[in-house]
């Protein structure tokens, strides 16, 4: 339990410094917004409390918002992705009663799930974050499109980290 | 009681939904209301901090680039010598402009932290309230307008980028003097838009476009950009003009941090005025 614990707080410190010092500034064609810091909820063990869920999500997207100046804007789009979680995971399918997994990586759940659970959840993320940026619905097709095009570039690094750092033990 | 208590715990997932993302949209909504970023004390000292270590780690691979532009700055501040005097300590200089009676001070900073990819984009600079900013000084560099300085602690300031929803920037063309505002439509961080400008008025490809003086933050004659095609919008009589920004943000490296020192008398003598004005 507590290696969990470890292997969570590690990952956060270095998802959160990936993010600010190299992500942040992928300013290719301003559309691409690689936000891969959600990789730390995502990957949080099923057996997480709720409570708990919600509360790393609200301290992830806190942390985010100092480094970026609004405070509230990253906050509010992960607590909300935190809170989508539990049904986006029964949606993709909960992994059988026999499994001893722990964590919902793509080593150990396939990259077929782990491909839609992270999409479905980035893509919601990244809604909620450009929609709140934009506080209105005026430039609807726009903002639209900024998500899909984050979500994509986000998922591409999220795949692309997880072969490289999981490893497949279990 | 005990009911309410059950109630609690069974939905206590959704309850504490509702509370964090409550209480996060009441910041969201403090921040954009004010059009400032509320900064929180010690989480700023960090932001900070982080920025600056990164910034001047990556400041070494920019070495080249930046001496190129400074040593081109150089040679025009030399040329402008007989006309204004300049008194360089440390952190700034002062320029007096004799043909408008106003005097500016410019604070030079460093961007150690910008973004160019969201909707409202602030730019963070490694000086604050100690070295004399503060809130509501035009930000310039060498190329033209970069932005507002919207908040200010000890070392360090956020400043509003003008790749910001919420920038609007009292404008004029050069050639006709006709006045507008320039906004950002977010599609692209290398234009900008001008708005207001009634269509009778001649435009031209290549007009420059920059700041008119009438805000009471930036000084008149700074570049914005230039006018590449325009148009009238059908049923409007008022010119949408995209025009290509004269600074690269995706670029920005220093800049300069600008105090209108009449800014107080202008404000104050409009204050007392708007009650004239009404009669």
């Not at chain 1, 659970?117 to 639209?144: M, P």
């Not at chain 2, 939904?17 to 969201?28: H, N, P, Q, R, Y």
């Not at chain 2, 005097?85 to 408008?100: A, N, P």
């Not at chain 2, 325009?230 to 995706?250: A, C, K, M």
Request: without cysteine.
């Amino acid at each position: 339990m507590s290696r969990l614990v470890w292997i969570n707080a590690l990952r956060f410190v270095l998802l959160m410094m990936l993010q600010i010092l190299i992500m942040n500034r992928f300013n290719l064609y301003g559309y691409l917004n690689p936000d891969i810091y959600l990789m730390f909820i995502l990957l949080l063990p099923f057996e997480t409390a709720g409570w708990l869920l919600l509360l790393l999500a609200f301290f992830t997207g806190l942390t985010m918002d100092i480094f970026n100046g609004i405070l509230g804007l990253h906050t509010a789009a992960t607590v909300f992705a935190g809170f989508a979680r539990p049904f986006v995971i029964k949606l993709v399918g909960e992994r059988p009663d026999y499994d001893t997994t722990t964590q919902p990586t793509l080593h150990q759940m396939g990259v077929k799930w782990f491909a839609t659970y992270a999409a479905i959840l980035l893509f919601i993320h990244q809604f909620v974050l450009n929609f709140l940026d934009v506080f209105s619905f005026a430039e609807f097709w726009n903002t639209l499109f900024r998500i899909v095009l984050s979500t994509a570039i986000t998922l591409a690094f999220v795949i692309l980290f997880q072969y490289l750092f999981s490893s497949r033990k279990a | 009681m005990r009911n309410v208590y059950a109630f609690i715990v069974r939905y206590h997932f959704v309850l504490l939904f509702l509370i964090l993302e409550i209480f996060s949209l009441v910041l969201l909504t403090r921040s954009a209301q004010y059009q400032q970023s509320i900064v929180v004390g010690a989480g700023n000292r960090v932001a900070g901090a982080v920025y600056a270590l990164s910034d001047k780690v990556g400041n070494y691979f920019k070495l080249g680039k930046v001496n190129e532009s400074l040593a081109m700055e150089n040679a025009i501040l030399r040329q402008m010598k007989s006309v204004s005097f300049m008194k360089t300590d440390t952190s700034g200089f002062w320029i007096k402009d004799t043909l408008y009676r106003q005097q500016y001070h410019y604070v030079v900073a460093e961007v150690i932290h910008n973004t160019v990819g969201k909707r409202s984009n602030y730019i963070m600079l490694n000086k604050g309230r100690k070295h004399g900013i503060e809130k509501d000084m035009a930000v310039i560099n060498p190329s033209g307008v970069v932005g507002t300085v919207v908040g200010v602690s000890d070392n360090f300031s956020w400043v509003m980028s003008v790749l910001n929803r919420n920038t609007r920037i009292s404008a004029k063309i050069t050639s006709s003097n006709e006045m507008g505002t320039v906004v950002w439509n977010g599609l692209n961080p290398a234009y900008a838009t001008l708005t207001d400008i009634p269509g009778h008025v001649k435009m031209h490809r290549g007009d420059t476009i920059v700041t008119s003086g009438y805000s009471f933050i930036f000084p008149s004659g700074i570049l914005l950009g230039i006018v590449q095609d325009f148009r009238v919008d059908n049923g409007e009589r008022f010119y949408t003009i995209p025009f290509r920004l004269s600074v690269d943000f995706n670029a920005l490296q220093y800049v300069y941090v600008v105090k209108n020192l009449m800014k107080e008398e202008q404000e104050k003598l409009e204050q007392t005025t708007e009650g004239v004005k009404d009669e």
